[in-house]
């Protein structure tokens, strides 16, 4: 299959993957609970994982061992943070009159632009090497999971329709296809390699900042035994790809 080929199938894939949140509906809150830290600390360490056993050593051997390099890296590590910043500064500025309107407008806002620059990133690692680009697909689809989970289960307390929540959320993976189509196309007019280093400060930001720290503050022993395990479950995960596959 063609780069483009593989391009377009992870970003339908990626998008198909929003329809997990319907699980929501079925399961009882009690269970949703036991098992979105789990999957959340094992996306963890998969984002992680991916980006310092595939992206950046798959970097580094294409001869990006200068200080360009290691720069997107940190760029890649700084637009997820700024993105970050203006959702939340956003929320804090809208009107208040509907509680829990703004709140789903925002996770569907702030999925669409992740989805998109996610997009790009992993789009660039498919036309560096087809191993490189389905290893960091997988790894972006572990945290994709119990993000789906949460933000399918905030707009129906938010109180969208389940269709139209789902329709929604659908909509707002394929921000994935459409940064993806965007890398490919610009990529004959500008050498988008910058996008692997790029994608692994995105990796690295996303689960050291957002998904850690909301595992690893727990009293109970047992539940952090859990999470450390799943997250260690997460890196061994890209591990043993890395073995079986290669750089």
């Known amino acids: 299959m063609t780069p483009l080929g593989w391009i377009v199938l992870s970003g339908l894939l990626m998008s198909a993957i929003a329809l997990v949140g319907s699980v929501t509906l079925v399961l009882s809150s009690e269970t949703l609970k036991k098992i979105t830290l789990p999957l959340v600390a094992f996306a963890a360490g998969s984002l992680i994982g991916g980006a310092f ?77 087809i191993r490189l680009g389905i290893t960091t697909w997988l790894a972006a689809a572990a945290h994709e999971v119990p993000q789906e989970l949460g933000d399918f ?16 959320n659908l909509l707002s993976g394929l921000a994935f296809l459409a940064g993806g189509l965007t890398t490919y196309f610009v990529s004959f007019r500008i050498d988008v390699a910058f996008l692997v280093p790029f ?49």
């Open 53 to 129: 056993l595939h992206m950046i050593p798959e970097g580094l051997a294409q001869g990006g061992g200068g200080h360009g390099f290691f720069l997107w890296i940190v760029a890649g590590f700084a637009v997820f943070f700024a993105l970050e910043q203006l959702l939340h500064w956003r929320h804090c500025h809208r009107s208040t009159t509907d509680s829990k309107r703004p709140l789903t407008y925002l996770i569907l806002l702030g999925d669409g632009l992740h989805n998109y620059i996610g997009g790009l990133a992993v789009a660039g690692t498919f036309l560096v090497d």
């Open 153 to 168: 289960a905030v707009l129906i307390h938010g109180g969208w329709e389940k269709r139209r929540a789902l329709l929604f």
């Open 199 to 247: 994608a692994a400060g995105n990796f690295i930001y996303i689960g050291a900042s957002d998904l850690v720290p909301e595992v690893n503050r727990h009293e109970k022993l047992a539940s952090n035994l859990i999470h450390f395990v799943a997250f260690c479950s997460g890196l061994a995960l890209m591990w043993v790809i890395n073995a079986t596959l290669g750089h």
